[in-house]
């Protein structure tokens, strides 16, 4: 217990759940301009920078941020955050004025989960240093009743003593995006004044934002928290969809732990660790390690709940739900090789600004005709989706194969995962950058992604981003895929041929309703709008867009945030 305690200065976690936050309705406002009680359940984000650059506006090119730096940035910023649960909103600016009396403040996030109504702020500070001294000051009540677990997951509570009341706040405040109900989502693509505006707004609607990403980093960085008593060196590294720029609200946080971090060994020092060998059954080993990290975070982590640990896998990994950051997340510890695909499909989603755009608006009408599922089974994941997307915008000679990543690579570009897996590439974009726009557009290479898979003979070939080349299948898998980074390996090879089928024609239906479409012209299914009028298989023909517009409030899957009426 002692070493548990030592090693538990614990946590955070992961989120979905975000189907159970919800935002404010108002744009943009000062802190003093907040709305009344009755109105304002949302979260408010002041001086926010965004590290995912938004390409979608035309000729405001942002400067490149490299993957690494953008890990980098997202991670210093959760050391620099503390997420602390409030009665109310009402709370905030007293919770300001204390939390200013440990250094200074740089920003203040507020959102609400629907499922347990509760309030939480995420208080960003300037410096680390300020965080340590206010989780030193921290105390732990009830003692007899808890774990006294320390973790940057406080309660602010209420004063006995009446006390002077905390003056006004006066920094600006800009608001976080809305989650988006699929009638409102309508609504946008109806206002849209082009097809290739709607797929743009497709991004813009659809894209996880600031705070989604801060929550996620600041699950991750709990869980260092957690195991820094005896794994100071331990990296919590998000991946997949949270940080590839592909992710939507509400998407799942995938992690990535690493005991080792980048630490060699220091030949200068006299002094050694004494240890313990690692088993020679290095999967049994990490099994083991996954077991455990399950069992440790069910037990002491604040906010984690349903752990459900899955250590049969090819890669075992523990899965759970966070309460308190309303993340859903899946850990995993031997991964190194997903964290470079991460930053593969990062670095094809900022080389070119319709990339991401594109990708977003087929994940969408994917979504909606049950070609993905949110369930596992037979069925094309998002990730085969986008790697299908990305392979064909190489046709289309937007983006370039790995091979030519690979041949501009240059000295420190190289990296081979412990598996020996090259993953060398260039990993610096900026001259090959796209942001002008020119040749087709967004709209044009939607419409063209679905003629070309519509025709495309799955039955003998398979595609291969490496080189950029459809290429004889290996096997009889029903879609094949060549994995990037591990030719070998087939990423879609879960995929039943009834799930290959139902793309297929899914393809051809969405190029003849896009066809429809522009005869129509601006009637209420003008542009994509069509693509997304859901087909509920093998039930019933399908909602049309009237329908679709006159419910109510549908439930969506993309709302991230924030809730509710209290
Ligand atoms: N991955 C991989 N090879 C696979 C499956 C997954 O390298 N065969 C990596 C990819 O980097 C992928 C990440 O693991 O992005 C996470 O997988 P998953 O959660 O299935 O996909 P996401 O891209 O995160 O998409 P989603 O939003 O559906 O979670
Ligand atoms: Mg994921």
Same mark, same amino acid.
């Given at each position: 217990?002692a070493?548990?305690a030592r090693?538990?200065?614990?946590?955070i976690?992961?989120?979905?759940?975000?189907?159970?936050l919800?935002?404010?309705t108002?744009k943009?406002k000062t802190w *003093?301009?907040?709305?009344?009680?009755?109105?304002f359940?949302?979260?408010?984000?002041?001086?926010?920078r965004?590290?995912h650059?938004?390409?979608?506006?035309k000729?405001e090119?942002?400067?490149?941020?490299?993957?690494?730096?953008f890990?980098?940035e997202?991670?210093?910023?959760?050391?620099r955050s503390?997420? #602390?649960?409030?009665?109310?909103?009402?709370?905030?600016?007293?919770?300001?004025?204390?939390? +200013?009396t440990?250094?200074?403040? *740089?920003?203040m996030?507020?959102?609400?989960?629907s499922?347990?109504?509760?309030?939480?702020v995420?208080?960003?500070?300037?410096?680390?240093?300020s965080v340590d001294?206010?989780?030193k000051?921290?105390?732990?009540i009830?003692l007899d009743?808890v774990?006294p677990?320390h973790s940057?997951?406080?309660?602010?509570?209420?004063?006995?003593a *009446?006390?002077?009341h905390?003056?006004?706040?006066k920094?600006?405040?800009?608001y976080?995006?809305?989650?988006v109900?699929?009638?409102?989502?309508?609504?946008v693509?109806?206002?849209? *004044?082009?097809?290739?505006?709607q797929?743009?707004?497709c991004?813009?609607?659809?894209k996880?934002?600031?705070l989604?990403?801060?929550l996620r980093?600041?699950?991750?960085h709990?869980?260092?928290?957690?195991?820094?008593?005896?794994?100071?060196d &331990?990296?919590?590294?998000?991946f997949?969809s949270s940080?590839?720029?592909?992710g939507?609200?509400?998407c799942d946080?995938d992690l990535?732990i690493n005991?080792?971090?980048?630490?060699?060994?220091n030949?200068?020092?006299?002094?050694?660790?004494?240890?313990k060998r690692?088993?020679d059954?290095?999967?049994?080993q990490?099994?083991d390690?996954v077991?455990?990290?399950?069992d440790?975070i069910?037990?002491f982590?604040?906010?984690?709940?349903n752990?459900t640990?899955?250590?049969?896998?090819?890669v075992p990994?523990v899965?759970?739900?966070?309460?308190?950051?309303?993340?859903?997340c899946?850990?995993?510890?031997?991964n190194?090789?997903?964290?470079? &695909?991460?930053e593969l499909?990062?670095?094809?989603?900022?080389?070119d600004?319709r990339v991401r755009?594109v990708i977003?608006t087929?994940?969408?009408?994917?979504? +909606?005709?049950?070609?993905?599922s949110g369930?596992?089974?037979?069925?094309?994941?998002?990730?085969?989706?986008?790697?299908?997307?990305?392979f064909?915008?190489?046709?289309?000679? #937007?983006?370039?194969t790995?091979?030519?990543l690979?041949?501009?690579a240059?000295?420190?570009?190289?990296?081979?995962?412990d598996?020996?897996v090259?993953c060398t590439?260039?990993?610096?974009i900026?001259m090959?950058r796209?942001i002008?726009?020119?040749g087709?557009d967004p709209?044009?290479l939607?419409?063209?992604?679905f003629?070309?898979?519509?025709g495309?003979d799955?039955?003998v070939d398979?595609?291969?981003l490496?080189?950029?080349?459809v290429?004889r299948?290996?096997?009889?898998?029903?879609?094949?895929?060549?994995n990037?980074?591990?030719? +070998?390996?087939?990423v879609?090879?879960?995929?039943?041929y009834?799930?290959?089928?139902?793309?297929?024609?899914?393809?051809?239906?969405a190029?003849?309703?896009?066809?429809?479409?522009?005869?129509?012209h601006?009637?209420?299914s003008?542009?994509i709008?069509?693509?997304?009028v859901?087909?509920?298989?093998n039930?019933n023909?399908?909602?049309? #867009?009237a329908?679709?517009?006159r419910e109510?409030?549908?439930?969506?899957?993309e709302?991230?945030?924030i809730?509710?009426?209290?």
């Amino acid at each position: 217990m002692a070493l548990f305690a030592r090693a538990t200065s614990i946590f955070i976690v992961s989120y979905k759940n975000y189907s159970k936050l919800i935002l404010p309705t108002v744009k943009s406002k000062t802190w *003093k301009n907040f709305p009344s009680k009755s109105t304002f359940f949302g979260h408010s984000i002041l001086n926010v920078r965004f590290s995912h650059s938004d390409q979608t506006k035309k000729g405001e090119p942002e400067t490149f941020v490299t993957f690494d730096n953008f890990l980098k940035e997202r991670r210093d910023e959760a050391k620099r955050s503390i997420l #602390v649960q409030v009665n109310t909103e009402n709370s905030l600016k007293d919770l300001h004025f204390y939390c +200013s009396t440990f250094g200074e403040i *740089k920003s203040m996030f507020y959102y609400v989960l629907s499922d347990n109504k509760s309030h939480h702020v995420l208080v960003e500070f300037e410096k680390v240093e300020s965080v340590d001294a206010i989780l030193k000051s921290a105390t732990h009540i009830k003692l007899d009743q808890v774990i006294p677990v320390h973790s940057s997951m406080l309660y602010f509570r209420k004063l006995k003593a *009446k006390h002077l009341h905390a003056p006004k706040l006066k920094f600006p405040v800009k608001y976080a995006k809305l989650p988006v109900k699929d009638k409102h989502f309508l609504e946008v693509l109806q206002n849209s *004044k082009t097809a290739a505006q709607q797929v743009q707004k497709c991004y813009s609607i659809l894209k996880l934002d600031d705070l989604g990403l801060r929550l996620r980093f600041q699950t991750a960085h709990q869980l260092e928290r957690c195991f820094s008593g005896i794994f100071p060196d &331990m990296e919590a590294l998000p991946f997949g969809s949270s940080v590839n720029g592909f992710g939507k609200m509400g998407c799942d946080l995938d992690l990535y732990i690493n005991f080792q971090s980048n630490r060699s060994e220091n030949e200068e020092s006299r002094l050694v660790f004494q240890t313990k060998r690692l088993h020679d059954n290095e999967r049994h080993q990490c099994s083991d390690f996954v077991r455990i990290i399950g069992d440790l975070i069910e037990i002491f982590a604040p906010g984690i709940f349903n752990v459900t640990k899955i250590l049969k896998a090819r890669v075992p990994i523990v899965k759970f739900d966070h309460r308190i950051t309303g993340v859903e997340c899946d850990l995993s510890l031997s991964n190194m090789s997903a964290i470079y &695909m991460s930053e593969l499909l990062y670095i094809y989603g900022e080389i070119d600004w319709r990339v991401r755009p594109v990708i977003f608006t087929i994940r969408k009408w994917a979504q +909606s005709q049950g070609i993905t599922s949110g369930n596992p089974g037979g069925y094309i994941t998002n990730f085969s989706l986008t790697l299908l997307i990305i392979f064909y915008l190489q046709q289309k000679k #937007v983006l370039p194969t790995l091979l030519e990543l690979r041949s501009k690579a240059l000295l420190n570009d190289l990296r081979i995962t412990d598996t020996n897996v090259d993953c060398t590439f260039l990993r610096d974009i900026s001259m090959l950058r796209n942001i002008e726009p020119h040749g087709e557009d967004p709209y044009a290479l939607l419409r063209g992604f679905f003629d070309y898979y519509a025709g495309f003979d799955f039955k003998v070939d398979a595609v291969c981003l490496r080189q950029g080349a459809v290429l004889r299948k290996k096997d009889s898998s029903p879609i094949y895929i060549c994995n990037p980074l591990e030719p +070998s390996l087939n990423v879609s090879r879960n995929v039943t041929y009834r799930e290959m089928e139902n793309f297929r024609t899914g393809c051809r239906d969405a190029a003849w309703r896009l066809e429809n479409a522009e005869k129509r012209h601006f009637d209420n299914s003008w542009g994509i709008i069509s693509l997304f009028v859901h087909k509920v298989r093998n039930t019933n023909p399908g909602l049309n #867009v009237a329908d679709v517009m006159r419910e109510r409030e549908p439930e969506s899957e993309e709302s991230d945030f924030i809730l509710a009426s209290k």
